[in-house]
């Protein structure tokens, strides 16, 4: 297991943390990593895209000029592809993107790109980023600072963690999500990822002192 600290809102040491190997220290499949980003990202696609055929744009009921003795090519309408106005040939429409990924393959893919993280110590554990029980988006950024100088941090809270939430929605390079979304591709595209003690103990599946009843068995 790798070890962490775990910081106050001061930045100071307040403890320190265990992360499973079997969650942050695996063999990272980069193959699998980008086919489970590539599905996710597809299924964000809207498909909403839609040409007229020749048949859906308005107009072109008329024969333009006769069949023979013009001197020129055939036509039947001002519509068809060749002409400016006319439908489009083999255009996009609408169409569901998504892909079909097994769970097991997204969770394979989300250890890689943690372990990834947790090796190279881009994985941090804080308390909390506000003291006290009001939002405060300064108090918020001058402890993630402490913790972090990155870019782009994705920071993970708990479904319940209201105040942190509240905190750091404004802050531009913060990315923020519930332990239950944690996902690959949001892990990858941040510098830093940063979880509240709380958050990771909940990302672990850890209520109460389960952990301690496990290792006193």
Known sequence: ???????????????????????????????????????????????????????????????????????????????????????VVHGPVPRDYSQRTPKKMKAAALRGALSDRARNGQVHVVESFVSGDKPSTKAAITALEKATSAKRVLVVLSSTDELNWLSLRNEPRVHLLEAGQLNTYDVLVADDVVFTKEALDEFLGVRGGAQDEESEK
Do not use: C
């Open 1 to 87: 297991m790798t070890t962490v600290d775990v910081l106050n809102v001061e930045g100071a040491k307040s403890g320190s943390v265990e992360l499973p190997a079997a969650v942050f220290d695996v063999q990272a499949n980069i193959a699998l990593m980008h086919q489970v980003v590539v599905a996710q990202l597809a299924a964000a696609r809207q498909g909403t895209h839609k040409v007229k055929t020749r048949g859906e744009v308005a107009g072109g009921g008329k024969k333009p000029y006769k069949q023979k003795g013009t001197g020129r090519a055939r036509q039947g309408s001002i519509r068809a592809p060749q002409f400016a106005g006319g439908g």
